[in-house]
């Protein structure tokens, strides 16, 4: 009977430590799998471009690997270099150049010209949002609008010229003043804007336009397609030409938007852009 007993006791002492064997091989494997599953978590939810942050984490994993040197310049260093690249790139795009009486536009200068309406043409570039401009005034019920004049060509702009000196000189002026008096209403050819076929003149090409309901609207949305009023009445020393309701002129909606919020005339935003490009 005791012999029974003890018996029993082996048994059980033997069950016991079997059960224990197999849960403590159950709590290894249980872990592994956690591990695991860890493991394939992290490899999907680690982030592909934020290298410093991804960097973060492989430092908090591995100790002694070495941070990244990339991740060393401070960020504000980054974003002024690129400014200043950006600003170059900028300021040699053809829906920025500049034509004034201090900046001469070349006499070779033909670019690809696409039709707007009967013989007036403009920029192949540019004519796709002066024709959504024109079409959104249409929508917003301004219909007596029209381009009245746009691309001149060089030698169309000298015949003007000369017109008006002829005119000037008709009158008994000298030439030199006839010059000066004709250069106050005509462009000079090197010197006009409509050669670079990013300028509209709108209806009568005279200040009446300002009393009408499309100059309302351009002053509040030509921006939006990259339109600005060239010649404004406040900055009339610094163009350099008297004001025109009438000329708008394409510069691209990004620059229009920043001179919009400036205030600044074409002039007075190069000069801030090449500011921007030696800080
Ligand atoms: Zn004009």
């Given at each position: 009977m005791a012999k029974r007993m003890a018996k029993k006791v082996v048994n059980k002492k033997k069950f016991i430590r079997g059960i224990s064997i197999i849960i403590a091989g159950l709590v290894i494997i249980i872990m592994l799998i956690v591990m695991m599953i860890k493991g394939i978590i992290y490899l999907f939810t680690k982030p592909k471009d934020d290298t410093k942050q991804e960097n973060k984490v492989a430092q908090v994993d591995n100790p002694v690997q070495e941070p990244m040197k990339?991740?060393?310049?401070?960020a504000s260093t980054t974003a002024t270099n690129q400014g200043t690249s950006q600003n170059l790139d900028v300021l040699n795009e053809w829906n920025l150049k500049l034509v004034n009486k201090d900046n001469s536009v070349d006499r070779s200068y033909v670019p690809e010209l696409e039709e707007l309406?009967?013989?007036?043409?403009?920029?192949k570039r540019a004519i796709g949002y002066l024709r959504s401009m024109i079409n959104a005034m249409y929508k917003a019920g301004i219909k007596n609008v029209w381009v009245q004049s746009s691309y001149r060509s060089y030698e169309k702009q000298e015949e003007l010229f000369n017109r008006k000196v002829t005119y000037y000189k008709n009158q008994g002026k000298k030439q030199e003043e006839a010059e000066r008096l004709a250069q106050t209403v005509v462009q000079r050819p090197e010197m006009s804007e409509h050669n670079l076929a990013l300028a509209a003149d709108f209806n009568t090409?005279?200040?009446?336009?300002?009393?009408t309901k499309a100059f309302t609207w351009l002053q509040k949305n030509a921006w939006e397609y990259?339109?600005?009023?060239?010649?404004p009445k406040d900055k009339q020393e610094i163009t350099g030409i008297v004001y025109e309701s009438w000329h708008w002129r394409y510069v691209g909606k990004d620059h229009a938007k920043v001179m919009k919020e400036k205030g600044y005339c074409l002039e007075e935003y190069i000069d801030y852009l090449k500011g921007a490009q030696s800080v």
């Open positions: 990339t991740n060393t310049l401070p309406d009967d013989g007036i043409m403009f920029d090409v005279t200040n009446e336009f300002e009393n990259g339109f600005v009023l060239r010649y």
